[in-house]
């Protein structure tokens, strides 16, 4: 993973609630045995019609979200299944960070393993930024703060561990692998 | 004063959690599939890795196979050709990594949440995991189990272990006990409904009070199953006499001196009186009804006999109902449906399929309605065949078919029309869930079959009374 200290782009904006990752990423894509080209599926029954045809009415298909790096999505982003398959499709489409007043916990774990940021905010910030796509924003990770385009500063949380290893690009497995002492002694300790 | 969660957390801890750094919790036992696994395994392959712990790793095929005999055991090519490949990469990955396999034709393979229970694997205290949110089934054990995604997968295979921070306790009290004709699933959906489908986000879920503890093995697991809809991690019940005769049946269980030592362990787990949860909701068993769904996640729920609710400068919830083509302030009873689903984690084991064919039994599935019986395993099928319950689906006019996940999530091919109303005894409601378009409502097998019979969404008691 490449580290990450700043995220700055326009946001595009999906203003609905409790958004799972059936729509995020439908079954029937989940037949991959790679992580990548899943952005083309992304959103797909929202995205195109029944003949294959975008949607005109559907946000990120719209012009002025063509290039937005941050998603602002409706409380509990991300619930339902468990498939890695929705930040794989979320970042090879092309998103970097998603804001939400509440992101479910699979979804937040799977997003931090692979570099997808998951920023919570408070309802106002929330409100202000679903009924404003289209704002140029910065994510940084140093400071956990959000900035917004009226130069309001809103902080985040973020796990230390988990600051640590997106600002770092630590792959997880690297740490767990270092240990084994541990993990034999404990093995041992229960036998 | 310890809760169960806190005491199977605890003995788990190979590292305690910090305020930098997550605990490294070890897991007892790793499930696996299809669909979640090649990923994983292509990490441990770049990296030149090993499984850790093939003795702690059990693998099932369930979510991308047939249910169509002739295509599981006559020869003919899967629907959907990017599923058998990927089976058949579970196949190879496991050969590889000398995991054990359930193969495709093999006698016990089956939905990977009921068939570690009723192999004896899940059991009591252990730390239980698999890519797959619906892994918070096995809490019915007093387990901690739970989903994780596919990253977490190569995690646990190469160092039997994963990096969690310690989740919230919630308390779910059900008092009183069940009304007749009322079902474990019918308790879960009408806990999410009061809880929300955030409800439980950052918790474990300890289910308790009278109307659990009358719960048989089968109803328990629907009950854990559904703890994700609500946003929990896991979801437990605390082992007693009951969990131990299941277990004790069960092939892989300790036997003999292992036994004994095993139960005496598994009799300390339960929460200590007096422990505190950190939340707690209590529920009026004896006023639990007969619920469905009516909207597009498991917290858009009803009782049957109510309407469905009114919500003002809503667009969401109104979006919704569009999308199911239903409206608000009007009865879901008497709603005409095209597809009935028995099976899925949830209801697939073989008291579900008893209790629809208790309604099945004599009476036939309506004109126009396809009904489609899913068995959870093939264990479960030929223990239904033994008591002869395929004879009633398919007298009734329902397809009784091989063993997976099928229209729950409908990878397979086994799927619902556009614009089509399903009432499935699955767990997930979701806009396209069963197929492009299709309109789920959740329900417990009653239900369904009730159902099926009358070509509406019917309580079940109204038939069982006639």
Redesign the interface.
């Given at each position: 993973m490449e580290p990450i200290k700043q995220i700055r782009s326009r946001t595009a904006a999906l203003?609905?609630?409790?958004i799972?990752t059936?729509?995020i990423i439908?079954?029937?894509f989940?037949?991959?045995?790679?992580?990548t080209g899943l952005g083309a599926s992304l959103f797909s029954?929202w995205r195109y019609d029944?003949q294959g045809a975008a949607k005109a009415d559907f946000p990120l298909n719209q012009p002025s979200a063509s290039g937005c790096r941050i998603l602002v999505a409706?409380?509990?982003f991300g619930?339902?299944?468990?498939?890695?398959h929705a930040p794989w499709a979320l970042l090879d489409y092309g998103f970097l960070a998603i804001i939400s007043t509440?992101i479910?916990?699979?979804f937040r774990?799977?997003s931090l393993?692979?570099g997808l940021l998951p920023v919570v905010v408070d309802d106002t910030t929330s409100a202000w930024l679903l009924a404003n796509p289209g704002a140029e924003v910065t994510i940084d990770l140093e400071t956990c703060t959000l900035n917004l385009p009226n130069g309001t500063r809103v902080k985040f949380p973020l796990?230390?561990?988990a600051r640590?290893c997106l600002m770092n690009g630590v792959d997880?497995?690297g740490?767990?692998?270092s240990?084994?002492a541990?993990?034999t002694a404990?093995?041992k300790a229960?036998s | 004063m310890k809760t169960m969660f806190q005491k199977i957390w605890e003995r788990h801890e190979?590292?305690p959690e910090t305020?930098?750094?997550?605990a490294?919790l070890?897991i007892d036992l790793h499930l696996i599939h299809e669909?979640?696994t090649?990923?994983a395994f292509?990490?441990l392959r770049e990296?030149g890795?090993k499984v850790?712990r093939p003795d702690l790793t059990f693998a099932t095929m369930d979510?991308?196979t047939p249910t169509r005999t002739e295509q599981v055991f006559g020869g003919v090519p899967f629907s959907?050709e990017?599923?058998a490949?990927?089976v058949a990469?579970l196949q190879t990955n496991c050969r590889d990594f000398g995991i054990e396999l359930l193969h495709l034709q093999h006698d016990q393979r089956g939905i990977v949440h009921i068939v570690g229970p009723e192999q004896g694997l899940t059991q009591p205290g252990k730390t239980v995991v698999c890519?797959?949110?619906h892994t918070s089934t096995h809490g019915a054990f007093g387990a901690l189990a739970f989903?994780?995604?596919?990253?977490?997968v190569?995690?646990v295979l190469?160092?039997?272990?994963l990096?969690q921070?310690r989740p919230t306790t919630l308390a779910i009290n059900v008092t009183g006990k069940l009304s007749a004709g009322v079902s474990a699933k019918d308790m879960i959906l009408a806990i999410i409904g009061e809880i929300g489908?955030?409800g439980g986000?950052?918790t474990v879920i300890e289910y308790r009070g009278s109307a659990v503890r009358a719960l048989s093995m089968e109803e328990r697991m629907t009950v854990c199953n559904m703890s994700?809809?609500a946003?929990a991690?896991a979801g437990l019940i605390a082992p007693d006499d009951t969990t131990f005769a299941y277990l004790e049946r069960t092939p892989r269980a300790p036997k003999g001196a292992a036994w004994t030592r095993a139960v005496a362990d598994w009799r300390a787990l339960p929460s200590d009186a007096g422990a505190t949860f950190d939340r707690e909701v209590t529920l009026d068993g004896n006023r639990i009804e007969p619920m469905i769904t009516y909207g597009t996640?498991p917290?858009m729920v009803m009782p049957i006999s109510g309407n469905i609710p009114v919500k003002h400068n809503d667009?969401?919830f109104d979006?919704a109902l569009a999308y199911m083509g239903l409206h608000a302030g009007e009865p879901i009873h008497n709603q005409p449906i095209n597809v009935v689903f028995v099976g899925s984690c949830t209801n697939g084991r073989l008291e579900d399929l008893r209790a629809a064919a208790s309604v099945l039994r004599g009476r036939k599935v309506a004109p126009g309605v396809q009904m489609l019986v899913v068995p959870g395993s093939q264990l479960v099928k030929r223990a239904a065949e033994a008591e002869g319950l395929d004879v009633i689906f398919k007298s009734a006019g329902a397809d009784w078919r091989e063993s997976g996940c099928s229209m729950c999530?409908?990878?397979n091919g086994d799927n619902v029309g556009?614009g089509q109303y399903s009432v499935s005894t699955s767990n997930?409601n979701?806009?396209?869930?069963q197929g492009?378009g299709a309109r789920t409502l959740l329900a417990s097998p009653l239900t369904a079959a009730a159902s099926a019979v009358r070509g509406r969404v019917t309580d079940a008691r109204e038939l069982m009374n006639g």
């Open positions: 203003p609905y609630t409790n799972d059936d729509q439908p079954a029937r989940l037949t991959t045995t790679t992580r029954d029944g409706g409380r509990n619930c339902g299944s468990s498939r890695e509440e479910a916990d699979i774990s799977n393993k692979n796990e230390g561990f640590y997880e497995m740490y767990l692998l240990k084994d541990a993990i404990h093995e229960r | 190979v590292v305020a930098d750094t997550p490294v070890y669909v979640t090649p990923q292509t990490v990296q890795l850790r979510h991308s959907i990017s599923a490949k990927q990469q890519g797959d949110s989903g994780i995604g596919t990253t977490e190569g995690h190469a160092t039997q272990c990096l921070r489908v955030s986000t950052g994700i809809e946003g991690r996640h917290g667009p969401v979006k999530i409908g990878m556009r997930r979701f806009e396209g869930r492009q």
